[in-house]
């Protein structure tokens, strides 16, 4: 699903990014964690094509975006990629129901089309009843279930979420993590969850930590006696 391969990024002098090898299959749910600073929102940036690295490759279902530029580019993240941001990121002036549409809109998707998708979405977060209201006129859980649905709006390979339950309560943290394995359960996508969500990354499929620009720990489990390389269990006879 998501190869990535010996990305490295520098701002200026800064090397944060420093050869990030990773590979993520189709419908895991992954979450990204480590301190600040440690690379997690570049990296998560530039495997959903929002920045280039310096060197490297992301390949997503089977498309390497390093050949993509321009036009194809922006349409290869609208049709392949959903976000979701610590803030929502909605538009205030449009309603719930038109900002989920958005995505369909660029992608040129017919009008009754769009809206009929993303009543069915709405109806799935347990929004049926609010799509005519705007953002001001929604709660956090509610904005950031809103913001969910637009990632998914154009059925996308794989969604990002940077900190996405980081400006909820308890209570709307829970329904937001549950709704992620519910969401790939029913629809398939692959999540790629960058957080410090201790509890969020405890219950995820796989946990990758990160730490001064390199994969510290990529999640994947040892076989047993091989974890590290050269010891063998021996019981005395």
């Keep these: 699903m998501i190869d990535i391969k010996g990305i490295k990024k520098s701002f200026g002098p800064l090397q944060v990014l420093k050869g990030i090898d990773l590979h993520i299959d189709k419908g895991e749910i992954v979450s990204i964690v480590g301190p600040s600073g440690a690379g997690k929102t570049t990296l998560l940036q530039i495997t959903g094509t929002l920045d280039r690295p310096d060197s490297g490759t992301v390949t997503i279902d089977g498309i390497d975006t390093s050949t993509l530029s321009g036009n194809r580019l922006a349409d290869f993240r609208n049709r392949h990629v959903?976000?979701?941001?610590?803030?929502?990121?909605?538009?205030?002036?449009?309603?719930?129901?038109?900002?989920?549409?958005?995505?369909?809109?660029?992608?040129?998707?017919?009008?009754?089309?769009?809206?009929?998708?993303?009543?069915?979405?709405?109806?799935?977060?347990?929004?049926?009843?609010?799509?005519?209201?705007?953002?001001?006129?929604?709660?956090?859980?509610?904005?950031?279930?809103?913001?969910?649905?637009?990632?998914?709006?154009?059925?996308p390979a794989v969604i990002?979420?940077?900190?996405?339950?980081?400006?909820?309560?308890?209570?709307?943290?829970?329904?937001?993590?549950?709704?992620?394995?519910?969401?790939?359960?029913?629809?398939?996508?692959?999540?790629?969850?960058?957080?410090?969500?201790?509890?969020?990354?405890?219950?995820?499929?796989?946990?990758?930590?990160?730490?001064?620009?390199?994969?510290?720990?990529?999640?994947?489990?040892?076989p047993a006696g091989q974890e590290t390389g050269n010891e063998t269990n021996t019981t005395e006879p």
Excluded: C
């Design 160 to 222: 990002l979420a940077d900190e996405p339950s980081g400006s909820l309560d308890s209570r709307n943290k829970a329904e937001l993590h549950q709704l992620f394995f519910d969401l790939r359960d029913k629809f398939g996508q692959t999540f790629v969850i960058v957080t410090h969500d201790e509890h969020l990354a405890s219950i995820t499929d796989r946990t990758i930590k990160m730490n001064d620009g390199l994969l510290a720990d990529d999640g994947l489990r040892q």
């Design 82 to 155: 959903g976000f979701v941001f610590q803030f929502h990121q909605l538009l205030p002036e449009f309603t719930a129901a038109e900002n989920v549409m958005m995505p369909a809109y660029i992608a040129g998707t017919p009008a009754r089309q769009a809206a009929q998708r993303a009543a069915e979405l709405l109806d799935f977060m347990g929004l049926a009843d609010r799509g005519s209201h705007k953002p001001a006129e929604l709660s956090g859980g509610e904005k950031q279930r809103v913001a969910v649905a637009r990632a998914l709006m154009n059925n």
